[in-house]
């Protein structure tokens, strides 16, 4: 897990950083808010440590910025302001957690753990639900629903679908359908791939204007709403 910290005090940076380093976290130290925003720009991080009083940009202001492009990663502030005037700014602006220095270490990885799992449990449901148009597919239940209405689909039938959707609008061919539906090798005598398209589209695109389940003539299927 990688987490990048914003701050200025020489000393206090590196002892976290030692600190969470054995926690087994891979730490970046940057120490003016600039420098910060850059880098959060560029590489990935799983969560962020945010000082208020910074050079260039204050910590306040950095998780603004951050929070109009990225409305996911867990931010906590770590300042030496304790009024809950200074709480309340940070919170408005949609930090996650605020800690006043000076804090134990062991409560602040308490603290980091805590919005991981939180996040891991988040993008756990949301990667469970799939939606396109009025179509939404429950992976968990194995329930799909167009326009509020339940469809009933066969097993195949819900991981045909369910692998059309998470193609994201790419066109599948009949043998990555197969492979990966049937896990079998393609046959070309076979036209089970055509049969079970023709299934869905009945139940799911012949009730409605918007027709999801398109054919690409010579390359195969996809889902889109035109």
Same mark, same amino acid.
């Given at each position: 897990?990688k987490?990048?910290l914003?701050?200025?005090d020489?000393v ?5 950083? $030692? ?14 808010g ?6 959060a ?10 000082d @208020? ?7 306040l ?6 929070r109009?492009?990225?409305q ?5 502030m @770590?300042? $030496?302001?304790?009024?809950?005037s ?12 605020y800690?006043? *220095?000076p804090?134990?270490?062991e409560?602040?990885?308490m603290?980091?753990q805590?919005l991981?799992?939180r996040?891991?449990?988040q993008?756990k ?12 597919i429950?992976?968990t239940?194995? *329930?799909?629903f ?5 469809i $009933?689909?066969?097993? *195949? ?6 692998f ?11 043998q990555q ?16 791939v055509?049969?079970? @398209?023709?299934?869905?589209r009945?139940?799911i695109d012949?009730?409605?204007?918007? *027709?999801?389940?398109h ?5 195969g ?6």
């Open positions: 897990m987490i990048l914003l701050e200025d020489l206090l940076a590196t002892e976290l950083s $030692a600190f969470l380093e054995d926690s087994e976290f891979e730490v970046k130290k940057v120490y003016d600039n420098l910060f925003l850059q880098e720009q560029q590489n990935f991080y799983d969560i962020y440590l945010l @208020i009083n910074v050079p260039k940009i204050n910590g202001e950095v998780c603004e910025k951050i109009l492009e990225d996911n990663t867990p931010i906590i @770590i300042s $030496a302001y304790g009024d809950l200074d709480k309340k700014d940070a919170f408005n602006r949609l930090a996650d957690d800690l006043v *220095k804090f134990q270490f409560e602040l990885l603290r980091i805590s991981i799992r996040k891991n449990t993008d449901l949301i990667d469970e639900i799939l939606t396109i148009e009025d179509l939404t429950n992976k239940d194995q *329930k799909v167009r326009g509020g209405q339940e $009933a689909l066969t097993v *195949k039938e819900f991981q045909l679908l369910v059309l959707v998470e193609a994201q609008g790419r066109t599948v061919s009949k359908i197969t492979e990966h539906v049937w896990e079998q090798n393609f046959n070309t005598n076979t036209n089970t055509e049969v079970y @398209i023709n299934f869905l009945k139940k012949k009730d409605f204007n918007i *027709k999801l389940i054919t690409r003539s010579g390359y299927y996809y889902l889109n709403a035109l």
